[in-house]
């Protein structure tokens, strides 16, 4: 499965990845690369995984045909329901396959970093149901955006751990995290939230997204009966949902795969996250790819109405296959994904994540032609409603 991607054993994906890591993370990042092959070649690990996926999280997620948004467009929009996921996001897919292989590896203790905090409330919710111990990283900024996610990490019995350096958003609390697993490298398994980090991270979270483009698959055969769309939309903050609604099209060239980034006020303005369309190549938490950063390399602050885009770089998957021209990238704008939002609302009773809208607003700015298209609709709306109300004032 693992080699559908174009990723080579030292983590490159053409120009992007590899692991630049401290020396004290060697160890643990051999150790995670050894019992992710063992796991991956075990059956057991596999149906305790899909198990749970079928069960506890309630998939396959449904391929809705959006009728009245696809007759504002003229095409087909499927949308993929990623919000009906437990927990609200495509976020569970990965921490409960990551904190299955944590037990695997006999450690006791999960860490994670959150940004809008979907990924924090989903590895507290793993680490309640397999009676782990759990800390949340999370910059103030969010925490005082999120409210209702921060609720939920504590009531879910993890600490949530405020961090205060940089902007106080995603960035700074990965930081913390890696600064944690530093200091704690032999009991302590790091949940990441995303498609980024040191190799084999991007690889293994997109492997364990995957599961996103092999439901769409069959869920398209069926009501299609061709087993690919003509175009998959997904948002792109570091990459994890639209990394697992892509994989299993990254190579059959007859599917149009469109990546949507946060422009914030405008990419040409200094408020934005467009990490792959305002960046140049640089090293961030571990892997080298696209970043957004002055001219002598300082990281620049990025700015999303989303806290969950709010990430100045991106996976080196995207960075890839942005590069080579395999992925188109869009940047949305803040109003532009509000926009969107209020639309899905109102057309099809769906309240989308503030992540996903900037998803669903790129159907805007495309002229189809009865295409079939898949949009990714990564989570529910329900943490952003303070968001929603305020600035549609
Ligand atoms: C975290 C999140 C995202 C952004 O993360 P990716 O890794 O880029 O998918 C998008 N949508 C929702 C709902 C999220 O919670």
């Known amino acids: 499965m693992k080699e559908i991607l174009p990723v080579n054993e030292k983590g490159y994906y053409g120009d992007f990845g590899g692991a630049y890591i401290p020396e004290i993370l060697f160890k643990n990042i051999a150790d995670l690369n050894d019992a992710y092959n063992e796991a991956l ?13 079928k069960d506890y999280v309630g998939r396959p997620s ?14 087909k929009i499927y949308l993929k ?13 990965n921490a409960i396959a990551s904190a299955l292989l944590a037990k695997r590896m006999g450690k006791k203790r ?13 590895t507290a919710t793993v680490a309640a149901l397999l009676d782990m111990e759990c800390v949340v990283y999370m910059g103030e900024t969010d925490i005082q955006r999120q409210q209702p996610n921060v609720q939920r990490m504590r009531m879910l019995g993890s600490e949530v751990r405020p961090v205060t350096s940089g902007n106080r958003t995603l960035k700074d609390a990965t930081n913390e995290a890696i600064r944690d697993w530093c200091c704690n490298p032999k009991d302590t398994f790091y949940i990441i939230g995303s498609t980024v980090g040191p190799h084999p991270y991007p690889a293994m979270v997109a492997y364990f997204q995957s599961v996103i483009s092999s439901e769409i698959k069959e869920q398209l055969l069926e009501k299609e009966g061709r087993e690919y769309p003509d175009v998959v939309i997904a948002c792109i903050g570091g990459g994890s949902n639209a990394a697992g609604a892509f994989y299993h099209f990254i190579g059959n ?4 795969l469109i990546a949507a980034e946060a422009g914030g006020e ?16 640089g090293v961030l938490h571990g892997s080298r790819t696209m970043l957004m950063q002055t001219d002598d390399g300082q990281v620049i602050e990025p700015y999303s109405i989303s806290a969950g885009l709010d990430y100045p770089g991106v996976g080196p998957l995207h960075a890839h296959l942005a590069k080579t021209g395999r992925e188109e990238v869009l940047a949305i704008n803040d109003d532009e994904a509000l926009k969107a939002a209020y639309q899905l609302t ?11 809208s900037h998803a669903l607003a790129v159907l805007d700015k495309l002229k189809f032609n009865n295409d079939i298209v898949v949009v990714n609709l990564s989570g529910r709306g329900d943490k952003d409603m303070e968001t929603y109300i305020n600035r549609m004032k």
Request: no cysteine.
């Open 41 to 53: 070649a075990d059956p057991s690990f596999d149906k305790q995984w899909k198990d749970l996926l």
């Open 62 to 75: 449904p391929l809705y045909h959006a009728k009245r948004l696809s007759e504002l467009y003229g095409s």
């Open 266 to 281: 405008g990419k040409e303005t200094p408020r934005t996250a467009a990490s792959i369309l305002t960046g140049r190549p």
């Open 253 to 256: 060239d007859k599917v149009r």
């Open 81 to 93: 329901r990623e919000d009906l996921n437990h927990t609200g996001a495509h976020k569970i897919n």
């Open 346 to 356: 109102s057309l099809e009773g769906i309240i989308p994540a503030l992540e996903s």
């Open 110 to 122: 999960l860490i994670a970093e959150t940004g809008a905090g979907q990924h924090g409330v989903a």
